[in-house]
């Protein structure tokens, strides 16, 4: 193959990305050892668990492309789920912002796809409360587009579950959905989010001053 191509496959729910292009010379020599520059390179991102489904899908792309696949593997960063009031405590540098920093690190951060609608309601409620200028609410926004989040949609139908269950408005059970379905830690500083997740096993990392 001359170019870098996606490749869809039967497992692309537990894989971010599925790249196959051939072997780069700036590979490292242990990734080149023993191969020939037509051989294929295999680049699978997934969660650890999923490890050998991923090799099982290497052995069938090789007999499916008669080729001989050097594949790697590699894990996904640990991910946290973060929530609006995490976010606003961030980029507009609340007292909470160093720990919040610090929790993250080295984390792959998500989120369900309503984080913008929420933050921009956070600010509309804080321009109420006279607690933040245009200005500030603006350059606050720019320091959030700044933040790597990944957006994922949720199960509808499990956050309505968990709306019902937990007597709570839908923004926070698509919150606890996402924590639920990536199997990763909720981090927020809203108390009462906090709580009800914890009533259905999500872990929630602790905020400290």
């Known amino acids: 193959m001359g170019r870098l191509d996606l490749f869809r496959s039967g497992i692309e729910e537990d894989i971010d990305l599925v790249a196959v292009g051939p072997l780069q010379r700036k590979d490292p020599p242990a990734v080149r050892q023993g191969e020939d520059d037509h051989s294929e390179h295999v680049i699978l991102v ?94 606050a926004v720019q320091e959030y587009k700044r933040i790597a989040i990944r957006l994922t949609a949720v199960d509808l139908e499990k956050a309505l579950d968990l709306s019902h269950q937990l007597n709570i408005y839908a923004y926070d059970a698509y919150l606890i959905a996402c924590g639920l379905q990536h199997r990763s830690p909720l981090l927020t500083v809203d108390g009462g989010l906090r709580d009800a997740a914890r009533r259905v096993g999500v872990e929630v990392l602790e905020v400290g001053p």
């Open 46 to 139: 997934l969660a650890p668990e999923n490890e050998l489904r991923a090799r099982h899908f290497l052995q069938e792309f090789d007999q499916s492309h008669g080729s001989s696949s050097y594949g790697t593997i590699v894990p996904m960063a640990n991910s946290v789920v973060i929530d609006a009031s995490a976010v606003i405590a961030v980029v507009t540098n609340e007292v909470h912002k160093p720990a919040l920093i610090r929790l993250t690190e080295g984390a792959e951060l998500l989120s369900p796809s309503s984080l913008p609608v929420e933050v921009g309601n956070a600010f509309s409620a804080m321009f109420k409360q006279r607690r933040i200028s245009l200005a500030e609410a603006k350059a």
